[in-house]
């Protein structure tokens, strides 16, 4: 058997390591830990003969190709080349403008050399139907309806926002949520405001769809999060009214007993409050001031004296 020299070794090791940077299939390199996490903006429109983009990642330095790329269906590419050099800022940030003029509409994936991020940045066009926006993007099951605000454009008085999401089930396979609005207000063309009601919805990332009269529509991806709110502290404490006066008749020297009724107590959260007082046994002659207390599940305590 031939041993190998250090040298030859040495060599080898450096190829399997360059080899596992190219065919790993993690859209980075590892010779220089190149990732690409996001654009800003994140879309231009068709009728921009210039739009400034900035990546945000990792690893980025001078002498990088740049690049928006969407892979067609029939197996070619339209590719966005920058219209001049890439700058870069740092080893976190660089920065290129496009020509979208006459762009495909799509959505492209942003390549920095091997590294890629899927849909990272939409060529729209300027004329037609788009959302950009919903706000808040965010809304509780446990709370009550989320009232939002849709920008977008060409949106119409008949417009149609929604939300919707697909689950997978192993029983019954892909599911289609969808949320429609309890109210909808058409404001202009590039607004629209809508109430969702989230009460017993599925959590997660839904898409904001606007559908237009023509049955035409626009799907803003993973843009509105379904969350379970965390129940605050219960600080607020009972309400109670006593029971009105009572006046008893001398039953014997050492005192006399009286029934003193039952106070009105309420609470917004526990149904059975806890109720005491501090009514002795059997009442003396002359006037008592009787306090009653009532106690919810937190600990929040009321008083009213009778």
Same mark, same amino acid.
Request: hydrophobic share 35%; proline share 7%; with cysteine.
């Given at each position: 058997?031939?041993?190998?020299?250090?040298?030859?070794?040495?060599?080898?090791?450096?190829?399997?390591?360059?080899?596992?940077?190219?065919?790993?299939?993690?859209?980075?390199?590892?010779?220089?830990?190149?990732?690409?996490?996001?654009?800003?903006?994140?879309?231009?429109?068709?009728?921009?003969?210039?739009?400034?983009?900035?990546?945000?990642?990792?690893?980025?330095?001078?002498?990088?190709?740049?690049?928006?790329?969407?892979?067609?269906?029939?197996?070619?590419?339209?590719?966005?080349?920058?219209?001049?050099?890439?700058?870069?800022?740092?080893?976190?940030?660089?920065?290129?403008?496009?020509?979208?003029? #006459?762009?495909?509409?799509?959505?492209?994936?942003?390549?920095?050399?091997?590294?890629?991020?899927?849909?990272?940045?939409?060529?729209?066009?300027?004329?037609?139907?788009?959302?950009?926006?919903?706000?808040?993007?965010?809304?509780?099951?446990?709370?009550?309806?989320?009232?939002?605000?849709?920008?977008?454009?060409?949106?119409?008085? #008949?417009?149609?926002?929604?939300?919707?999401?697909?689950?997978?089930?192993?029983?019954?396979?892909?599911?289609?949520?969808?949320?429609?609005?309890?109210?909808?207000?058409?404001?202009?063309?590039?607004?629209?405001?809508?109430?969702?009601?989230?009460?017993?919805?599925?959590?997660?990332?839904?898409?904001?769809?606007?559908?237009?009269?023509?049955?035409?529509?626009?799907?803003?991806?993973?843009?509105?999060?379904?969350?379970?709110?965390?129940?605050?502290?219960?600080?607020?404490?009972?309400?109670?009214?006593?029971?009105?006066?009572?006046?008893?008749?001398?039953?014997?020297?050492?005192?006399?007993?009286?029934?003193?009724?039952?106070?009105?107590?309420?609470?917004?959260?526990?149904?059975?409050?806890?109720?005491?007082?501090?009514?002795?046994?059997?009442?003396?002659?002359?006037?008592?001031?009787?306090?009653?207390?009532?106690?919810?599940?937190?600990?929040?305590?009321?008083?009213?004296?009778?």
């Amino acid at each position: 058997m031939r041993s190998k020299t250090p040298a030859t070794l040495a060599w080898q090791v450096c190829a399997l390591v360059l080899a596992f940077g190219v065919l790993s299939g993690t859209g980075m390199t590892e010779a220089w830990a190149v990732s690409v996490n996001y654009a800003d903006p994140s879309f231009g429109f068709d009728n921009q003969s210039s739009v400034d983009v900035t990546f945000y990642g990792s690893g980025f330095h001078d002498g990088m190709t740049v690049k928006l790329d969407k892979h067609l269906h029939h197996g070619s590419h339209a590719t966005l080349w920058p219209l001049s050099g890439v700058h870069v800022v740092s080893d976190s940030e660089l920065r290129v403008s496009f020509n979208l003029s #006459g762009a495909y509409l799509a959505n492209y994936t942003l390549w920095v050399d091997d590294a890629w991020r899927n849909n990272g940045f939409e060529v729209r066009d300027a004329d037609g139907l788009w959302v950009s926006s919903i706000s808040p993007n965010r809304g509780a099951t446990n709370r009550p309806p989320v009232a939002t605000t849709i920008t977008g454009n060409t949106f119409q008085s #008949g417009s149609r926002p929604m939300l919707q999401k697909q689950i997978v089930n192993n029983d019954k396979g892909v599911q289609w949520y969808t949320i429609y609005p309890t109210s909808t207000t058409f404001v202009s063309s590039t607004e629209l405001q809508a109430t969702f009601d989230l009460a017993g919805q599925p959590t997660g990332y839904w898409d904001v769809v606007v559908k237009q009269p023509n049955g035409t529509h626009y799907s803003l991806t993973s843009a509105f999060e379904v969350v379970v709110a965390p129940t605050p502290p219960d600080t607020t404490p009972p309400t109670i009214i006593p029971p009105a006066d009572v006046t008893a008749e001398q039953a014997n020297r050492d005192g006399t007993a009286v029934s003193l009724g039952s106070p009105q107590v309420s609470d917004d959260r526990d149904p059975n409050p806890t109720v005491t007082n501090d009514a002795p046994a059997v009442f003396p002659l002359g006037f008592t001031t009787v306090t009653w207390t009532a106690t919810d599940a937190a600990g929040n305590t009321a008083t009213a004296t009778q």
